[in-house]
């Protein structure tokens, strides 16, 4: 089952760097990347970099290794806990 999901995921990611032009006029600009990164594409590019988010997440579930990078991602908010 998280094959099939990290295969859904990756297709997801991947349509929406393809299609980042259609998601922009069906769904509008998003303020936040619009004022960070207006120079530089704004909203285009944040659809692009949550794609590729998407993407990453999708090979991750794909592979099996989605746990593992979550708790090293994690692990020094779970250890921040335990000094004392």
Known sequence: MKIILGILMA???TMMVIK???LLENFGRMSWFEEKLGTE???RLGYKLIGLFVIFFGLLMM???SDSFLQWILSPLINAGNRG
């Open 11 to 13: 297709f997801v990611g």
């Open 63 to 65: 592979t099996g290794s």
């Open 20 to 22: 980042t032009e259609w």
């Open 41 to 43: 594409g704004g909203s």
